[in-house]
């Protein structure tokens, strides 16, 4: 898949997104959004700067390496009794936040600066989405 910028429209949200709007609620910050499976992964949201900024990043190799945390998933749900659900990593400038499910489909969300965000919040929320499933993330 050819990742490409994708601007929102006024109301927040692209063709009805409902996972980006869910996300965009939790900070006007969003930059980016992705779902990923083992096999893909689809842009669902790229602010423009952004687009721009990573021009020269290989999109795809960056979400094979957040595949890993399938494995992770699987390994913390075996030695802890409680279940592994989200992992937020703090850059210069920006935060990414990744939220995977046991059968291997995942969100990627990346926020400019650090905000203090409730991540727990904004995992549950988009838990919430999918409680008939989670088909809508998988990557078309």
Known sequence: MVPMAVEHHPNGTIDGDVLVATVREHGA???GCWTFDTDGYETR???GDVADATAET????YVDNERYAFVTH???DRLHPSTFRYTVRGFDGFEVFRLVFEDHVGVLCSFDGASGRDYGALADEIDALADDGHG???PR
């Open 74 to 76: 699987d390994t913390y």
């Open 58 to 61: 290989d999109i795809e190799r």
């Open 29 to 31: 910050a969003l930059r």
């Open 136 to 138: 809508q993330f998988t």
């Open 45 to 47: 949201y790229l602010r």
